[in-house]
């Protein structure tokens, strides 16, 4: 038994339902859906990288982390993506003074990440907003711990580092460091303080910092001209030193080489002189002992003869000899000598 609903109905309510089952209607509905499609407008894609947040009209809706494909409201509702992965901070180059009053140039950078996304939408909006927040609070927190450590905790990193020695230089007398000044906290602490106190204020923005490091410290350009020329002064002033060392340690090798030359020449020559007079004391005891014969006295005063007639003869000379002389007696028994020898021929 069918049941016929015969109740008046008002004709605007009509009039509506009509106009929705209208083929325009229908056709306008494809249309809307495939826009959406299209634009993304009615879906939207999470990747795995990222958090999506949905705002209405500027509020959070709601907060998608898990990756996949998600619908939203066309038209009202706005994807904003955050990106969760560790995302890098590289501040910029910082100038500032050390405890001992040097002025260091430090470059340091960080690791962070996105820890509450709604948070951190809500404070920051965007990754530019965080970054420059993060180089007010970085810089600011780098400059205080600086300011409170030596230039020696921010370079050094060992504790208890021993020096390296040069035995050579040791000998030379060259005065060295016996040792280098230790550190109470070191680099790698220093950071850590930096780190912590930085993680706790920005917490506030959602932001989570894991780390902070220092990249490079250098001094001043212009004051590192000056260093260097201080440390060229330095060495010039060690190497004048080894050069004087030198020449004072040639000057006394040569002295003691003339003084050892001179000894040996006197010790030498006094030798000489010894072995000379030796050899003449033996000649003149055997001249005396061949001369002291008769026979030898003879030959001795003839041969002595020959020399005084060969000086006296040298040239064409004419002479009266007597031969009552020893000379006229030499030559008068030579002329015997001869005479028989002459007579043969």
């Keep these: 038994m069918n049941v016929i609903d015969v109740t008046p109905r008002p004709a605007a309510y009509v009039g509506a339902v009509r106009f929705l089952q209208s083929r325009w209607m229908s056709i306008l509905g494809v249309l809307f859906v495939l826009t959406a499609l299209k634009w993304g407008a009615l879906l939207f894609v999470v990747h795995q990288y990222e958090t999506v947040i949905i705002t209405r009209f500027g509020k959070i809706i709601r907060t998608v982390a898990t990756p996949g494909l998600k619908v939203k409201l066309p038209v009202i509702d706005k994807v904003q ?11 910029p180059p910082t100038e500032c003074p050390t405890k001992d009053k040097l002025y260091i140039i430090v470059d340091c950078f960080a690791r962070w990440r996105i820890s509450d996304a709604s948070l951190y939408y809500n404070r920051l909006n965007d990754e530019r907003s965080a970054l420059s927040r993060l ?8 400059r205080t711990a600086v300011a409170s450590h030596d230039l020696v905790e921010i370079i050094r990193v060992t504790k208890g580092r021993k020096p390296l020695r040069d035995e050579e230089l040791e000998k030379s007398g060259t005065v060295l460091p016996s040792s280098i000044p230790d550190i109470e906290f070191g680099r790698g602490e220093i950071e850590g303080q930096i780190t912590q106190r930085t993680r706790q204020k ?9 780390d902070e490091r220092f990249k490079r410290s250098k001094y001043n350009p212009a004051v590192a001209a000056k260093i260097v020329e201080r440390m060229s002064s330095e060495r010039h002033q060690i190497a004048a030193k080894f050069r004087s060392e030198g020449k004072g340690e ?5 002295g003691q080489k003339e003084s050892d030359v001179a000894s040996i020449s006197s010790t030498a020559t006094k030798n000489a002189l010894e072995t000379e007079g030796k050899a003449d004391a033996e000649a003149a005891a055997i001249y005396a002992a061949v001369f002291s014969s008769s026979d030898a006295q003879e030959l001795y005063s003839f041969l002595r003869s020959l020399d005084v007639m060969r000086a006296a003869f040298e040239r064409d000379t004419t002479a009266v000899i007597s031969t009552n002389s020893d000379l006229g007696r030499m030559l008068k028994s030579m002329a015997e000598a001869t005479a028989p020898t002459k007579s043969g021929h």
Aim: charged share 30%; glycine share 10%.
């Design 250 to 254: 040639a000057a006394n090798i040569n």
């Design 202 to 210: 920005i917490a506030d923005f959602g932001i989570e910092l894991l």
């Design 135 to 142: 180089d007010d609070i970085l810089g600011s927190e780098t």
């Design 81 to 91: 993506r955050l990106d969760k992965r560790i995302l890098a901070w590289d501040g």
